[in-house]
């Protein structure tokens, strides 16, 4: 019943991908080499995609991970504008994340409990009582398939896997694929495509560091970030959300207009202290239609001019100004990733969504599928 549960599962999601898949074909700009090894031997992935205009991005099938991303600044000299790994090794020990999907359940669920359908499910707890961004064995430490896509609007890479029933204590067996397609004009397209045979909860999301001026290239207190959020959910001191939804008005919160992330990041205010910084879900103003594509934030750096649009379909953004970051990890080139040396802007439903009855619903029943969509857009401001 299971295996013939997987492949059903397997045969909707590829069904319903909605893209031509396309064998490996030598017009598409789409090298695939290997990444490198695990410790247990498993050969790992890499695949780069250059753009016509010589941007490129580099995916890997470990933790459908972004390994690199170059992207123009208003000279046109390209940097890497996101942190990882040279190798895919660090990213199983090492690695706070960077680049990876995570899921199931992206950012915390409260002790790492939830109730569905009258039952009680135990999640593994990775962050002190809590469960955090799918648990020991999250979405970013698995081998994804991998598969080269061409879309007409730009070449990508389609990962897909199956979480089995129970693993991390979730209920139910779930398909899940991530489509990247990296555009002509510099923007990168995410698209998330799941599907449960039994109900279970899915918050799905993208955990690339950004840092505009070059990753490992000094903090990113100088950026200047919007936001498209009037609302926030504050948390208690373990970063769950109290369940409050407050105004951004006259707080440090207020990203409504540009605003230098350093400017109030130092202010003295609670849920600061509490996230060592910004840690929080902003509550996007959405458009009328239900799973509408909207400009959550805007991200420039004044020094290198280059500007990233995030647009999702996704009702919260998770802004963390890279607080626990401290220097201890070298990444890429042989850089010290040094404290607020780059950022997330993570699009997905509020955290601890199972728990909170007033936020958007995070639950997924058997049979059905759960799309969302999310653009990364890079370009350079006037
Ligand atoms: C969370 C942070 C966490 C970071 C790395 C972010 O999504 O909000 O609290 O430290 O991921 O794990």
């Known amino acids: 019943m299971k295996r013939i ?16 898949l396309a064998e490996q074909d030598s017009r ?20 780069t995609i250059k753009n016509s205009s010589g941007a490129s991005i580099q995916l890997t ?10 992207v123009p600044d208003r000279t046109g000299k390209l940097d890497d504008v996101v942190l990882g790994f040279d190798e895919p090794a660090p990213y199983l020990t090492d690695s706070p994340y960077f680049g990876a999907v995570v899921g199931r359940y992206a950012n915390r669920i409260d002790e790492g409990r939830f109730s569905l359908n009258g039952r009680e499910y135990a999640l593994a707890t990775n962050n002190d009582q809590n469960h955090l961004h799918g648990g020991n064995l999250g979405f970013d430490k698995l081998l994804w398939q991998g598969q080269v896509v061409d879309t ?11 979480s089995a029933d129970g693993d991390e204590g979730y209920p139910g067996e779930l398909f899940v694929a991530v489509t990247y397609v990296f555009t002509d004009d510099n923007a990168l397209e995410i698209n998330y495509q799941s599907s449960a045979v039994d109900d279970t909860v899915v918050n799905l999301s993208q955990h690339s560091y950004f840092n505009l001026a070059g990753q490992g290239d000094g903090s990113i207190l100088d950026h200047t970030l919007q936001i498209n959020a009037d ?31 350093g400017r109030d990041i130092k202010a003295k205010h609670e849920q600061l202290s509490f996230g060592g910084g910004y840690d929080h879900n902003w509550v996007l103003r959405r458009s009328e239609f239900e799973g509408q594509m909207h400009l959550a934030a805007v991200l420039t750096d004044p020094g290198s001019g280059r500007k990233m649009e995030v647009l999702t379909d996704q009702p919260g953004l998770q802004f963390y100004s890279g607080n626990f970051l401290d220097g201890s990890v070298t990444g890429k080139e042989g850089v010290a990733y040094a404290y ?3 950022l997330a802007l993570e699009t997905q439903h509020y955290p601890d969504s199972p728990n909170q009855p007033h936020f958007p619903r995070t639950t997924l029943r058997g049979g059905e599928s759960f799309t969302s969509k999310t653009i990364y857009r890079f370009s350079v401001a006037n």
């Open 5 to 20: 549960g997987t492949l059903i599962l397997v045969a909707v999601g590829m069904l319903s991908a909605g893209w031509a």
């Open 28 to 47: 598409m700009k789409v090298v695939v080499d290997e990444f490198g090894k695990l410790a247990d031997g498993r050969k790992v992935d890499r695949y």
């Open 61 to 70: 099938n470990l933790g459908a991970i972004i390994v690199s991303l170059k």
């Open 152 to 162: 007409g609007r730009g070449a990508g890479v389609r990962f897909s896997t199956v």
């Open 231 to 261: 609302f926030y959910t504050p948390v208690d001191r373990t970063l769950i959300p109290t369940g409050e939804i407050l105004s951004v008005k006259k707080t440090p919160f207020d990203f409504t207009q540009p605003k230098p992330i």
């Open 340 to 342: 607020r040396g780059a």
